[in-house]
Nanobody
Framework: QVQLVESGGGLVQPGGSLRLSCAAS????????MSWYRQAPGKERELVAF????????TYSDSVKGRFTISRDNAKNTMYLQMNSLKSEETAVYYC?????????WGQGTQVTVSS
């Protein structure tokens, strides 16, 4: 059974940091590219960051470049998103996604609230 379980969300003040994790099981994690998405209330889901299956290539949306870092540990079947200098407009549910050749899996999401 495929599972992607996000954790690490919560309430943080503007300018603060959080580290999200995505634990994968039920598929060959190291064969899948991974991404983080987010969806704010009333908005469409948007791509935040991408990492290739080996971790050798990463890309970021312009809005988070220089503040967020995506990484993965294939030995632990886990992906991470280090988020620094968070802004209030980044309040959203953050989802992890695994994808490979037309096959895609989603986690249930973790809430990140940036507020003072």
């Amino acid at each position: 059974q495929v599972q992607l379980v996000e954790s690490g969300g919560g309430l943080v003040q503007p300018g603060g940091s959080l580290r999200l994790s995505c634990a994968a099981s039920g598929f060959t994690f190291s064969s899948y590219a991974m991404s983080w998405y987010r969806q704010a209330p009333g908005k469409e889901r948007e791509l935040v960051a991408f990492i290739s299956s080996t971790g050798g290539r990463t890309t970021y949306s312009d809005s988070v470049k220089g503040r967020f870092t995506i990484s993965r540990d294939n030995a632990k079947n886990t992906m991470y998103l280090q988020m620094n200098s968070l802004k209030s407009e980044e309040t959203a549910v953050y989802y992890c996604n695994a994808h490979r050749y037309g096959s895609a899996y989603w986690g249930q999401g973790t809430q990140v609230t940036v507020s003072s």
